[in-house]
């Protein structure tokens, strides 16, 4: 009997210990499916170009939900149109100077800015980490990631001033306490990554890889930082360094302008960087990978496009009237950009005649750039957004960047190339110094119409109370010095107390 | 050395070293007579022995007691030598005799009350005692007056006594006036009389409150009710086998103060679910469902609501609730919603019975709207098109024709809504010897849904076993094997639910065609194209099977006296099983199936747990402690499959994904084939310390250590302790003579608890695959890239959500035990509650992540009070009440912002969550009557943003208030219009017992809860083309004529429909959830029937309801009735015979 107990008690101390599993360590489990986090991503070379990738997926947004309401509505050259009433609140806000903390447009480019930073930040951190992947592309994805690090901050200080820098990965405590750094650091910053950029990135690209930065990119944008900040002479070494090394990167203007916006014709030999879009995806949404500018710049209800077309960007008259013409009416325009740009009244396409006064649009104009008509299912297969790149920056702002920085001497001979393919006259020489830079400009603001660049131009002018004339004798009666900076987002300010609010807001 | 004790490993050791000193008594006994080893024996064996003191032999024997584990193998070796017999004759009496004709007279006159003087009970060296003093008498229950039949009567000082008969007489010799007399049964105050010159006596015994001396589940052990130091409320089988209902949970209600239960649904079976919430709502964001404890077992958290109903409810002995953090905390992370603790029955030594339940019942809906009929609704309809500009249907333009076509139409109500069925049978064997006792239970349960074509039936078998291996070793099981099938229909989304069909669907329209086919409404003949109800609950198939083994097996072995060993083991398997099958149908309504679909899904969820407690009693004079230790170990895993396959034209005979009856062609579609796995452990270390003085003061400290898989690696455990205290106010000299006070008691505990229902992995930074972006000039959608980044944050802080409650209750029973109650008074504060927080775009991140913040409290009183109102002898009535009250309020939601929580047809969601306001308020605009002229709108605010006031807005639209003072009536101008909560919850139970038959009387309700009424948002105009509520013949049709029922239109300009406090009504309502009347058999009648009990009842249950609510049924679980499945009227019949 006893013994017996004495084998149950063995028995029952047996099948404890095989049941008993007290090892704390049990309470990891690793996930059914295996879960990609920061710290077990970047591995491999697919991950690090996954990485990458995801670094320009901001751009889609930006341009297609910001972009052009701050560099073309705010400005002069556009207004909004729409259907009236409660239609693009956060637009009119923007048109009519009216801009608070709380507007969503300036939330979005804030947002989406900070999304490719700190992507490119986790590029620029890993990839060097990654244990087998091939020079060529390790080299290229981190000139990629200081390229877009540099593009999502220049959209940042240009739109806000101070912003918060940072160029690691920031946690989340670290975003809720962060402060704005001056823009002269934030400039800095911009330059070295555009300097580094320039000598890892490749000079060209080709096939499935088209539409990546490119070393020209980097040049580029940094001709473009030079002259943003006044700095001319480097600017228009930079420039100059590009123009003379055209053959390698494959650069020269299309003959014909309207080459530049054809789907055919895309990351063509004009472009130096552009936003690139499918169409089908994202249906309603600025942030897939289509483009939604077709249907929010076509006239509006004209079924030209899919969904009709919103008619939201409406060029003013004040640019219109821009365009050297030989009579009174906008049919005697001369400059052969015009057609590529703006939809005119009489303007035909197949059936459609634009109208003289549309809803939204009172003197007939419509943009009439990234137009893809409804019939065209490669551009835009049915869905609400459509194929067409949106161009960054062009071979032809290269010129023009150099003509402006280089002065009339050396500059007018590159400035009237591009007045030569819109069929206009050189400039006439012996300009003055302040009547050469408003030719300049306002060859700038039609050679980039609608290309969401004319506000920047408008900030960046000598005179810093340029934008403010310029806009009061536009009509515009609310703009004031503040304006040269937009608000910090206030769900920012919300969550991290140290922000600070640029002045006025 | 008290760290070292809780782990596993030294508990075994220990285990071992016990082994060895424990079993090395009941050597070298002294020669003793065989009267003083009887007298001895007693105690172990807890009986008693009736002998002629002659007939023992006069010797003198060795003899271990110890040996021996029940009396008769003890009985057996030491009578059997001497040529004695023993016999059985009461419950814990036997006769020792020689001859038959001695045992014959020995049971006749102890039937007969009358000892021979001869007779002794036991014995000692004197043998028998010489009697002098017959005495005699009754014992009744003091309280009852009903006599008490086997109360123990005693003769102080001796061993002699007897017990009493079945009518509570007694007869004994004493030797003289001064003796004593000592009564004491189980269940009553023992008492003592000093017999004096009364030789006739009527003796009183004092019922210990009933729920005092209960046993109470308190989560790894028990104890009794008068010592509880927290808040536990218990439901015996009585109240749950008096209720047809399939979940356990549903038995609750109104049964258990400070628990509010809410049926979600009426679906058959409680599939739809019943909402149980312990003291409120402790959580926003992460489930409030309790932890589930059946058995010992905690089960696996689905987050389901009907998690009971997979058990048969005939095996439940009885349902603990721990209510108060210091009652839970032994269950720790798990517990902050409060547990239940379910445990089942259990055989009993000695007592073998075979019990067969069974019903069988009718049930129908109690309460249907009235709809218009064919006629109404052609005038009405036709009016509502002109209002808004439309052109009248061409079938619809003449009233007259429509009523001599359709009558009264086709009333969709009746059609879907039927008479339905509902049976059970219920058979349980139990018994066993000493050694070893077991129970079998076998159940069947079969509901109809009052709603066509829907049922549920459940099948479930239980074994549950003790075997006591040795003296010191027991083992045994708890088993429970269930099978559940529903066939169910939509009744809870916004856009299919079969009673929102049912309720819009135009009388016009009809069911079926003439050669049986189905019909239903068409667009273009009847402005109407949703799905034909009838055709939705024939057509498409949807089963839900569940099946699932539950089960446990457990040692327990003695180390030392009061020092027990436990192990426990377990498995809970629940495999389910999801099938939606829909062929292809023709039908001349607007929306025939044209394609077959097939959906599965396959899950299974087992979950493990072992278990190893140690428990120490303890008395040292007045110090009594209860010392329990303990290591358990859980893991569960969720894994499914499914697939789906549709778009085919297969045969539509054989739902299978498969099917070989395919053709290559048919497969047009193969979708979702998915398999997922979610993994959780919890690793835990339990301790609990409980003291009491004298039953004067008690007090309890309990400790729970848990770990989870889900936290963050920092955060792996938690730890939950809890103090609790009571006094005994009654065993203190100051209340101990009081006339009217039997017990008094207040109580006191504070402790915490947790949720752990933390999202996985949130503590990982996780890459989102989801983005797109595209390289390469191709054209069209191609060129899309693989494109990689994290979307969130993430928290290596997340923790479980922490719950802290204050509690003080009092516990009395006053006036003989007359009447009992109990008051609980508590704050619960949920802590660290996981909200999603957004966080600066500056992260690079956009997805809010879970956090742990915000603060919710809950404040209540749980009051019961049970009151014997009539107690004689035929005639019984018992009565008990609960009372509930709680106010839920959120104290701050942190770095969170409000929540809108969305109602798919809502647009901007119906209920909010925000500071300083309990959770889900409802949200919306307020109504200012209707409009009676259009100077009155123009003097308004404008009614819809945005518009034109002079089209979208007409005189008999309603006039929504500007709460800003904007000038516009826009989203800022809605506010907190009311709650689901109730004021105040409350249930009487009243038994009563007339002779053989037994009444129960079962009321309950809730007062001041609010219930936002969707289903009026699709039949009171504006938004359909269906059919409307026959309230809308009393719409507005001129100035003056109505102020709350506006115009009908259809399209609705002026959002007439939209969330208002319109819709908001008050839902309380008290109802007769239950009466049941019971008649047993005569003690004769059912001996001649060879049955030991039999029984026959007649329940109705939802007999009726007063409610001022208009929807179709008050108890709305979520507070947003969007034409939930109603409860029924059951009327039902049934027998309980125990064999």
Not at chain 1, 21 to 47: F, G, W
Not at chain 2, 238 to 253: E, S
Not at chain 2, 829 to 849: C, H, N, Q, W, Y
Request: net charge neutral; proline share 4%; aromatic share 10%.
């Amino acid at each position: 009997m006893k013994n017996s107990l004495r084998n149950n008690l063995l028995l029952l101390t047996m099948v404890s210990l095989i049941f008993t599993r007290c090892k704390e360590d049990l309470l990891q489990i690793d996930p059914t499916i295996p879960i990609n986090s920061v710290d077990n991503y970047y591995k491999t070379e697919a991950e690090a170009i996954a990485a990458v990738n995801a670094t320009y997926t901001p751009l889609s947004a930006i341009y297609n939900g910001a972009a052009w309401h701050l560099g073309d509505i705010m400005s002069d050259d556009t207004d909004l149109g729409g259907g009236g009433g409660g239609d693009g609140l956060e637009t009119a806000e923007l048109d009519n100077f009216s801009v608070t903390s709380f507007n969503p447009i300036i939330g979005t480019i804030w947002a989406q800015c900070y999304y490719g930073v700190l992507r490119a930040n986790l590029v620029i951190t890993r990839v060097p980490d990654v244990p087998v992947m091939s020079d060529a592309i390790r080299k290229r994805s981190l000139g990629e990631g200081r390229f877009l690090r540099a593009l999502y901050y220049y959209h940042l200080v240009r739109l806000f001033g101070d912003v918060p820098l940072y160029t690691n990965v920031i946690t989340v405590q670290e975003s809720s306490e962060i402060e704005r750094s001056p823009k002269q650091l934030v400039h800095v910053q911009i330059i070295a990554d555009l300097k580094l950029a320039e000598t890892l990135l490749p000079a060209t690209t080709a096939g499935n890889n088209k539409g990546r930065a490119t070393a020209g990119s980097a040049k580029g944008l940094l001709a473009s930082v030079y002259l943003w900040l006044g700095d001319n002479t480097n600017a228009a070494l930079k420039a100059k360094e590009i123009i003379d090394n055209r053959a390698t990167y494959g650069y020269d203007l299309w003959t014909d302008y309207g080459d530049n916006f054809k789907l055919e014709n895309e990351n063509g030999k004009e472009s130096l960087f552009e936003v690139q879009y499918r169409s089908g995806g994202g249906q309603f949404s600025d942030f897939g990978a289509g483009q939604k500018l077709n249907t929010f710049f076509a006239p509006r209800a004209q079924d030209i496009v899919q969904s009709s077309g919103y008619g939201w960007n409406v060029p003013t008259r004040n640019f219109a009237d821009r365009y050297e013409k030989t009579g009174t009416t906008y049919n005697t325009i001369i400059d052969k950009r015009r057609n590529a740009s703006m939809w005119i009244p009489g303007d035909v396409f197949g059936s459609y005649t634009q109208a003289a006064q549309l809803v939204g649009s009172p003197n007939g104009l419509n943009v009439k750039k990234y137009f893809i008509p409804i019939a065209n299912t490669a551009g835009d297969n049915g869905g609400w957004t459509s194929a067409q790149n949106i161009p960054i920056l062009r071979y032809s702002e290269i010129l023009l960047i150099y003509a402006e920085a280089a002065g009339a001497t050396a500059g007018k001979a590159f400035a009237d190339q591009v007045r030569a393919r819109a069929g206009l006259a050189p400039l006439p020489n012996g300009l003055s110094a302040t009547q050469y830079r408003d030719a300049i400009y306002n060859e700038r603001r039609l050679e980039f119409a609608f290309e969401m660049h004319r506000w920047y131009d408008l900030l960046r002018h000598p005179d810093p109370n340029y934008f403010v004339t310029i806009m009061r004798a536009a009509g515009k009666t609310n703009v004031l010095p503040k304006h040269r900076y937009m608000p910090i987002p206030q769900g920012e300010r919300d969550k991290n107390s140290r922000l600070t609010q640029n002045e006025g807001y | 050395m008290k760290k070292k004790f809780f782990t596993g490993k030294l508990l075994l050791s220990a285990l071992l070293m016990f082994s060895s000193l424990c079993f090395a008594r009941g050597q070298n006994e002294e020669p003793r007579t065989m009267a003083n080893i009887l007298y001895e024996s007693r105690d172990r064996f807890d009986v008693d022995f009736i002998y002629q003191a002659n007939t023992l032999p006069p010797l003198k024997l060795r003899f271990d007691i110890t040996k021996y584990n029940s009396v008769e193998s003890f009985l057996g070796e030491l009578l059997v030598p001497y040529e004695l017999k023993y016999k059985k004759v009461l419950a814990k009496a036997y006769v020792i005799y020689k001859s038959s004709e001695e045992l014959r007279k020995l049971t006749a006159a102890l039937e007969a009350g009358n000892y021979p003087s001869a007779t002794s009970i036991s014995g000692n060296d004197r043998g028998a005692i010489a009697n002098q003093l017959p005495i005699s008498g009754t014992v009744t229950d003091q309280a009852t007056g009903l006599a008490l039949e086997g109360v123990s009567v005693l003769v102080k000082g001796t061993t002699k006594g007897t017990y009493t008969t079945a009518s509570g007489l007694f007869k004994i010799d004493v030797l003289n006036a001064n003796s004593v007399l000592q009564f004491s049964i189980v269940g009553y105050q023992s008492k003592e009389i000093t017999v004096g010159e009364n030789t006739n006596l009527q003796v009183g015994l004092l019922s210990l409150s009933q729920s005092l001396n209960d046993v109470v589940v308190i989560g790894y052990g028990t104890k009794k009710r008068k010592d509880l130091t927290t808040a536990i409320s218990s439901v015996t089988a009585k109240d749950i086998a008096a209720l047809p209902v399939a979940d356990a949970a549903q038995a609750l209600q109104g049964k258990v103060s400070g628990v509010t239960i809410t049926q979600n649904s009426g679906a058959p079976g409680g599939t739809g679910g019943t909402g149980i919430r312990i003291r409120g709502i402790s959580s926003i964001s992460q489930g409030n469902n309790p932890l589930i404890v059946v058995d010992g077992y905690p089960l696996p958290d689905q987050n389901a609501d009907n998690v009971l109903n997979s058990f048969g409810t005939g095996d439940i002995e009885s349902i603990d609730v721990l209510k108060d953090a210091a009652a839970a905390s032994i269950y720790g992370v798990r517990a902050s919603n409060g547990v239940i603790i379910v445990t089942t029955k259990r055989g009993r030594a000695g007592k073998t019975s075979l019990t067969v339940d069974m019903y069988a019942g009718i049930q129908n809906a109690w309460s249907l709207p009235t709809m218009l009929n064919a006629k109404e609704y052609a005038i009405l309809n036709s009016e509502a098109r002109i209002a808004s500009g439309l052109p009248v249907l061409p079938k619809l333009a003449d009233a007259g024709a429509i009523e001599s076509q359709y009558g009264e139409g086709t009333d969709w109500l009746d059609e879907v809504f039927r008479r339905a069925a509902m049976r059970s049978v219920n058979i349980t064997a139990s018994g066993g010897s000493e050694k070893a006792q077991y129970l079998f239970s076998a159940g069947y349960f079969k509901q109809d849904g009052i709603l066509y074509n829907t049922d549920i039936e459940r099948f479930n078998l239980r074994f549950n076993g003790d075997v006591k291996v040795t003296d010191k070793i027991k083992i045994g099981n708890s088993l429970s094997l269930n099978k559940l099938t529903e066939r169910g229909a939509d009744t809870y989304s916004a856009f299919n639910s079969v009673i929102l069909l049912a309720l819009t669907s135009p009388p016009t329209v009809k069911p079926r065609n003439d050669d049986g086919t189905y019909a239903g409404g068409n667009g273009s003949t009847d402005g109407f194209n949703e799905p034909n109800p009838i055709y939705q609950l024939e057509v498409p198939n949807n089963t839900f099977t569940k099946y699932r083994i539950t089960g446990n097996i457990y040692a327990e072995i003695t180390l030392l006296k009061g020092l027990k060993f436990k192990s426990v083991f377990g498995a809970d398997f629940n495999y389910q099983e999801n099938r939606n099958f829909s062929p292809a149908t023709p039908s001349s309504g607007g929306r025939p199936i044209l394609f077959t679909g097939y959906f599965t899904q396959k899950g299974l969820y087992p979950d493990y747990l072992a278990e190893y407690t140690l428990t120490y009693d303890k008395t040292f004079g007045k110090h009594k402690f209860n010392v329990l230790g303990g290591y358990t170990y859980q893991e569960n895993k969720y894994s499914f499959v499914n697939a789906s396959r549709g778009n085919g034209v297969f045969n539509p005979v054989i739902p299978v994904l498969n099917s070989q009856v395919l053709t290559v062609t048919d497969i047009s579609q193969i979708g979702n084939a998915a398999e997922d796995g979610i993994n959780q452990r919890f690793i835990s270390y339990i301790g609990r310390l409980n003291y009491d003085f004298d039953d004067r003061g008690s007090f309890g400290i309990s400790v729970r250590r848990d770990g989870s898989s889900n936290f963050a690696p920092k955060n792996k455990f938690a730890v939950f302790p809890s103090f609790s205290a009571s006094w005994r106010l009654s065993n203190e000299p100051f209340l101990e003579s009081s006339a009217w006070v039997d017990d008094l008691k207040v109580r006191a505990s504070f402790g915490y608890t947790g949720n752990p229902n933390v999202p996985g992995n949130i503590f990982l930074q996780a890459i989102n695959q989801s983005f797109q972006y595209t390289f390469g000039n191709s054209v069209g959608s191609g060129g899309i890239v693989n494109a990689t980044a994290p979307s969130r944050s993430f928290n290596p802080d997340i923790r479980w959500e922490k719950n802290e409650q204050l509690n003080v209750g009092i516990d009395g029973s006053v006036f003989n035990n007359r009447v009992g109650f109990s008051v609980d008074v508590y704050q619960r504060r949920s802590k660290d509650l996981i909200l999603s927080v957004a966080f600066p775009f500056i992260s690079g991140t956009f997805e809010p992540i879970p956090y742990n913040t915000g603060t919710l409290q809950n404040r209540g009183i749980d009051l019961s009070l049970n009151g014997n109102i009539v107690s004689s002898r035929n005639f019984r009535w018992n009565a008990n009440a609960i009372v509930s009250t709680y106010q839920n309020k959120v104290i701050s939601l942190g770095l969170s912002a409000p929540r809108d929580n969305g109602f798919a047809r809502i647009q901007g969601g119906s209920l909010r969550t925000s500071l300083n306001l309990p959770i889900d308020y409802f949200y919306g605009f307020v109504t200012d009557g209707i409009f009676q002229s259009q100077a009155e709108i123009a003097k308004s605010a404008v009614q819809t943003a945005g518009s034109d006031p002079t089209t979208s807005t007409a005189p008999g639209d309603f006039k929504f208030k500007d709460l800003n003072n904007d000038g516009v009536i826009n989203n800022d101008d809605r506010t907190n219009i009311g709650n689901a909560n109730p004021t105040f919850t409350y249930g009487l139970t009243n038994n009563i017992t007339i002779k053989n038959f037994e009444i129960t009387l079962f009321l309950q309700g809730s007062q001041g809860n609010k219930v936002l009424n969707f289903t009026r948002w699709y039949t009171e105009g504006g938004v359909s083309n269906g059919n409307y509520s026959n309230k809308v013949i009393e719409r507005w049709t001129g100035p003056g004529t109505s102020n709350t029922m506006p115009r009908l239109i259809l399209n609705d300009p002026n959002q007439n429909a939209r969330v208002s406090d319109r819709f908001v009504e008050d839902a309380s309502y008290l109802r007769l959830k239950n009466i049941r009347i019971a008649y047993g058999l005569p003690a004769k009648w059912a001996e001649t029937m060879k049955v030991k009990n039999a029984q026959f009842y007649a329940t109705a249950q939802n007999l009726f309801t007063v409610t001022n609510y208009t929807g179709l049924d008050p108890e709305v679980g979520g507070g947003v009735d969007i034409g939930f499945y109603p409860q029924a009227r059951t009327l039902l019949l049934g027998v309980n015979v125990e064999f």
